[in-house]
């Protein structure tokens, strides 16, 4: 089974409330490092064979379509599952 | 999926006037209040459930506020997809007056039946109020019995009532005169240039946030002048329409 991974941002020029409410909650916990915070949405696509470019230009429609309002929100990244799985496994290592 | 809650509801059956439907999402909230409505102007509410594929022939439509599909993905994205929304979008193009109140507006904008966009209350609250608006367009299908600039009080309740659009669009939409509402002494959700409702290039589709079917009947509207609840600025909304299709 394969899965695509796509993520979502709301475009730079619009205000994100969203992430205005975190960043204020990150530096009432001591983050204060942290000088913004900005929220989008990861999608996980599902498929039964492998994650071919075919599938892979299905899921860049469907993200256009419905998974994005693409008069507030960018499509920032579409991307096969498996390479970012063996990724974080290192990292963990 | 069977129609349980599509019923007219009980005592606002009516036998004659314009048949204007109100379509039912799952997670509508508004929609008997819209029945109502149209109602108490004169028309015959028509119950439309969003797995109809035909709008049996009526004279206009009204997609209600309330929280369709909860709410999911984007404020109307997913009732945008359902099955009765692609009727709605023939009828629009072909026409049809078409009113979206809230949620409903939500969905036009999802539809691209309405530009821009509605987001997140720059407040991050949800507002509830009796909100002032000023009339900026009365060749609508749906604002023709107002006076140009006048100024109504209507209910206002949302979440995402922000509404957005690139620059050049907001120009256009004030070029074109295609700014229908604007709020008044209050911008209540941080929308663009206190826009508080749209309309198409034909003037048929027209979305709005704050909710006229809330004020349609002395004792259950806005709080005015003339006393408690007695608001029903709401209710030319529903006979400009009702009007234009009787006349026509």
């Known amino acids: 089974m394969g899965r695509v991974i796509v993520e979502v941002m ?78 974080q496994q290192v990292g963990q290592v | 999926m069977s ?108 539809s691209h039946l309405l530009p821009g966009a509605l987001v997140r209350n720059d407040h991050q609250k949800f507002i509830c109020r009796d909100q002032k608006l000023r009339v900026e367009n009365t060749s609508t299908s749906w604002t023709s019995q107002f006076e140009q600039g006048e100024e109504i009080v209507i209910p206002l309740k949302n979440g995402e009532g922000g509404f957005i659009a690139p620059e050049h669009v907001l120009d256009e939409l004030e070029q074109s005169g295609r700014v229908v509402f604007r709020y008044l002494d209050v911008n209540p959700n941080g929308s663009r240039r206190d826009i508080a409702g749209v309309t198409n290039e034909r003037g048929n589709v027209v979305g709005l946030m704050p909710h006229p079917e809330h004020a349609v009947e002395p004792g259950y509207g806005p709080d005015t002048r003339a006393g408690v609840r007695m608001g029903v600025d709401g209710q030319r909304i529903f006979t400009s329409a009702i009007a234009a299709l009787v006349g026509s």
């Open chain 1, 10 to 87: 709301p475009k730079p020029e619009i205000l994100d409330p969203q992430g205005k409410a975190i960043a204020t909650g990150l530096g009432r916990l001591g983050f204060t490092g942290f000088t913004g915070a900005r929220q989008g949405k990861r999608f996980e696509l599902e498929v039964d064979g492998p994650v071919t470019q075919e599938v892979l230009d299905a899921a860049a429609e469907a993200a256009t379509q419905l998974l994005s309002n693409p008069v507030i929100e960018d499509v920032v990244s579409i991307r096969d599952a498996s390479a970012e799985h063996s990724a």
């Open chain 2, 3 to 110: 129609a349980p809650v599509a019923e007219t509801v009980p005592g606002t059956a009516s036998g004659q006037g314009p048949r204007i439907g109100v379509v039912t999402f799952p997670g509508s909230l508004d929609d008997h209040d819209a029945q109502r409505a149209v109602t108490l102007a004169g028309g015959q509410a028509v119950p439309l459930w969003h797995g109809d594929t035909s709008l049996g022939g009526v004279d206009a439509v009204v997609l209600p506020g309330g929280f369709s599909y909860g709410d999911y993905l984007r404020a109307g994205a997913i009732a945008r997809f359902s099955a009765i929304m692609d009727a709605v979008i023939d009828a629009a193009k072909g026409g049809l007056p078409v009113l979206g109140i809230c949620n409903g507006f939500q969905v036009l904008c999802e």
